[in-house]
């Protein structure tokens, strides 16, 4: 097809590890549970992956390393710095998808998640555009 009708996956891509909970689903709240996560943003869709240590095996094992907890689809999200009351903690972002889900995302290092913010800022507007 000619490039006008192409229509272009956001090619920002990042990967690392964060902190994360849920807070609500299909709008509602739901109870937190902050945990470690190996956070990956491709396509247009940001994964969480389980934390290994919460894995039987203590994550010892290949199988259990990289397992997907939940997925985010960008287009329509919205991301923002979390106010005060949403998290005792520093740092946290709010992104809330289209489908209703919230999720809180964490990182002690004021740098990683200004660039998360960045990123994922710049996928969900890129996405608005298509
Ligand atoms: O927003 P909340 O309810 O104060 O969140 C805290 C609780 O989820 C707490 O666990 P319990 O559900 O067992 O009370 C967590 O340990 C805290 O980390 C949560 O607050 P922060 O401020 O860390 O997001």
């Not at 972002?93 to 209703?100: A, F, H, V, Y």
Request: without cysteine.
């Amino acid at each position: 097809s000619s490039p006008e009708t192409q229509h272009q996956l956001p090619n920002l891509e990042k990967a690392g590890i964060l902190n994360k909970t849920k807070v609500s689903e299909n709008g509602k709240k739901v109870r937190k549970n902050w945990a470690q996560s190996w956070t990956v943003l491709h396509g247009g869709v940001l994964t969480f992956h389980k934390d290994p240590k919460s894995a039987p095996s203590g994550g010892l094992t290949k199988t259990n390393q990289i397992v997907p907890e939940f997925t985010v689809e960008l287009k329509g999200a919205v991301i923002s710095k979390a106010s005060k009351d949403k998290s005792s903690k520093k740092n946290v972002l709010e992104l809330k998808s289209r489908n209703g889900s919230e999720f809180l995302i964490q990182y002690d290092t004021e740098s990683i998640i200004n660039d998360w913010y960045n990123i994922i800022l710049e996928t969900i507007q890129q996405l608005d555009i298509e």
